[in-house]
């Protein structure tokens, strides 16, 4: 399944910033990518 950054954020109960922040840090893998 794929989600949005918000839907993520929301099912995890953190901020979309605190997200992006532990993908900064390299703790998110994605499994895969689109092209958007």
Do not use: F, N, Q, W
């Not at 605190?18 to 390299?26: P, S, V």
């Amino acid at each position: 399944m794929v989600y949005t950054v918000k839907k993520l954020a929301d099912i995890a109960g953190i901020s979309v910033r605190t997200l992006h922040y532990y993908d900064e840090l390299g703790l998110l893998k994605p499994k895969s990518r689109t092209a958007s």
